[in-house]
Nanobody, 125 residues
C-alpha cells in the first residue's frame, strides 16, 4: 500500500501563487506515475498535471499550461505542484494520486490506484 498526504492549500488572491506538496509513504518503490487532480463544487474531478516517478515525463491540462509546474524530490518521496497566476476558476479541492504502472490514459482518474485526502485551494477575485 501507498499513503499520500497533501499539504499547502489555502486562500490566495487572484494572480497569486501556492505550492502544493504530496508526501508518499509505504511501498513507494511501486509508484510509477504521480498526478494531481482537482474537483470544484458541483463538477467532476479533472486532471491537472502528472509526472513520472523516475523520469522527467510531465503533462498538464490545457487550462494550467504555462502557469503550473510539477516537480519531484525522490529523496523525500514528495512531489510538488507549483501554481502561479492563480485564477478564481482554479478554486477546488486538489488531490494527489499515484499509479503503480503507466496509466493507459494519464488524464483519467480511473487509472490511478492511490489517493490523498485532498487540500482546498481557494482563489479570491
Amino acid at each position: 500500500q501507498v499513503q499520500l498526504v497533501e499539504s499547502g492549500g489555502g486562500l490566495v488572491q487572484d494572480g497569486g501563487s501556492l505550492r502544493l506538496s504530496c508526501a508518499a509513504s509505504g511501498r513507494v518503490f511501486t509508484i510509477y506515475t504521480m498526478a494531481w487532480f482537482r474537483q470544484a463544487p458541483g463538477k467532476e474531478r479533472e486532471f491537472v498535471a502528472t509526472i513520472s516517478w523516475r523520469g522527467s515525463d510531465t503533462d498538464f491540462a490545457d487550462s494550467v499550461k504555462g502557469r503550473f509546474t510539477i516537480a519531484r524530490d525522490n529523496a523525500k518521496n514528495t512531489h510538488y505542484l507549483q501554481m502561479n497566476s492563480l485564477k478564481p476558476e482554479d478554486t477546488a479541492v486538489y488531490y494527489c494520486a499515484a499509479a503503480f504502472n503507466r496509466p493507459y490514459d494519464r488524464t483519467n482518474s480511473a487509472f490511478y490506484h492511490y489517493w490523498g485526502q485532498g487540500t482546498q485551494v481557494t482563489v479570491s477575485s
